[in-house]
């Protein structure tokens, strides 16, 4: 074989090594729980938003000169999901007031801030903390009322500035308190030499307009704006003022000009006070003015096009174990004390986790070690929870399954499913398992598990709204329809459907999985009649069928892998772990990828080099040429 031939064998056989080996795709939970973990959340790309975590957090809101309202919340929590537009608009408004008042959030999510919550007692989702310049550290915040839109967050916000002024705090601040005085010459008192002009806006006592063009103009160095309300009328008269809102313009030798404004809003205020003051070759930049474009909910980069597999049909052991490890590591230990109901709430959970969740014989010890621990307490530190949790888990391994993702339960973007799926299939599987395994006993409780699982989305859920509104369906029927153990599965499906009504078209439903009545047509032909009524009989069978712990699927995520597989039959049942991998093409190359490259090229040097030198030597060393070599031997 000749030197060219052995070099595209060898090149040819490491290629094919890179290339037909099995290499698993990574994982988009996998960078969602990157996300998570940084504490970016659902502000990542926002810039107007600042993104605390537990590591800049008390860094940045204490001993400052500007003021921090922080949004705690927690990126899996629908209510926060529709509350981050909202955010992020307010945020934008008032961008320009930064070095008065900052517009952060903290995900409460992440591992790493879960503990930074429960120190500042969060206790439901989204919570909103003001904390002043100049806060010490230990400074808890003061929970302020969250609303609906940027206007009255807006509002809501000016009356605490002017607040924190009037109690001695902002001091660097512009002042957004009312002027009282009729003595003009006091307004020049304490102004810089700098300052040329000092503008005066009369309002009445009900607007803040005022208040708000003095924050968006707070960087123009060269004049200072007060607001003045139709109550001085010393003043009023004084100046001239014949009509409210007026702007008025005070120079230093007294001299006043009058300016006009075409309506009564923030920017035709605004609009009138650059006019003037570009005629006096004062020019406000135009970066310095807030953005006032409504935002859009964005993803992460890395997080965009990821696909999503319809998988929606099957119960998997994996979402279950990530419903319960999210509910006892983060939901739970995020309240500093469970004390009284909620720690009834708690001891009632752990209980029926014990009795009905699907664990092998190390899972039912762990979940058993942790009901006995609570159990005879009458309080408890959800750090102290979290410890046992960690205790026993380390002394029983392995107690969950070894995996980073969701497969049922996965959603086709980061924000959509996740945990609230998990926990409503966890409900469901609790309440049907309790039927299947003692609703024929005579001392069956009906409602064992559905007090539990009200006692637990009551003081442990994080999103609010979610909580208040399954608290409502519960007043409202839980216990006057549950009146046999049937009844208990078919009015958590009921209230399920309730949930999926409500929320069917809302910005935090998954487009590619639409909340939908379930189950559908196609999962069940026979749950619904030829008039599209419920066949309720027929539903008991699919949801028993379904939530059975022997039709829970023990298919799992292998190497950070989601499987693109058929979807299962419902009802089958698959006991076995299953590993997928998948072939990857294209020049995604990982380490191992490149190392073989460097072997090739490597290899590839050497034969070249041995090659050059053996045509060398022979040229050297050929031998000398006679006639009968030319003629040949006779």
Known sequence: MSTGSVIC??????VCAIYSREIPLSDDNNRLYSVLASGQGL???????????????????YNTKNSWLVEFYNSWCGHCQRFAPVWKSFAADIYGWKSVVKIAAIDCAADDNNPLC????????????????????GHMGVEIEKHENANELRHSILEILKKEQIEGRGSSWPNVTPYRSNDVQNLWKYAPDSVQFTILIFEDT??????????????????????????????????????????????????VN???IIENSREAFREAIKSFLKSRNIIVAEDDINDFKKPVLNEPAEMQGVGVRHLDDVVYQVDLENTIQYSLKNEIPIHKL??????????????VLAKYFPFGETGVKFLKKLHEKVEDIFEIKGEQFYKYVEQFESELKPVFMSTDGWIGCKGSRPRYRGYPCGLWTTFHMLTTNAVIEEGHKKTFDRLEVLNAVLGYVTYFFGCHDCSQHFQ??????MYANVTGPDESILWLWSAHNQANKRLAGDMTEDPQHPKVQFPTRESCPACRSSDGRWVKKQVLIFLKQMYSKKNISHMKVSNDDL????????????????????????????????????VLYFCSAVILILVFVKFIVRKRYRKKMYIHDILGKV
Not at 209 to 221: C, E, G, M, S
Not at 472 to 477: I, L, T
Not at 575 to 593: A, H
């Open 9 to 14: 064998v060898i090149a040819i056989f490491l």
């Open 43 to 61: 502000y990542a790309n926002d810039s107007k938003v600042f993104v605390l975590n537990a590591t800049n957090f008390r860094s940045s809101v």
């Open 118 to 137: 429960r120190e500042y007692e969060i206790m439901h989702y989204p919570a909103l903390k003001f904390f002043p310049a100049g806060a010490n550290i």
């Open 206 to 255: 009900d607007s803040d307009v005022a208040t708000q063009v003095i924050l968006d103009l707070n960087h123009v160095k060269d004049v200072q704006i007060r607001t003045v309300l139709n109550q001085n009328e010393a003043l009023v008269k004084l100046i001239g003022v014949l009509k409210f809102p007026s702007i008025v313009v005070l120079q230093r030798d007294l001299a």
């Open 258 to 260: 009058h300016l006009k």
């Open 338 to 351: 469970i004390t009284g109901d909620a720690l009834q709430a708690l001891k009632n959970y752990l209980n």
């Open 472 to 477: 409502e369906m519960a007043r409202k029927s």
């Open 563 to 598: 499987p693109e597989i058929p979807v299962p039959e419902p009802h089958a049942s698959d006991v076995s772990v299953v590993t997928v991998q998948k072939k990857r093409l294209g020049w995604n190359f990982n380490i191992f990828d490149i190392s073989l490259c460097v």
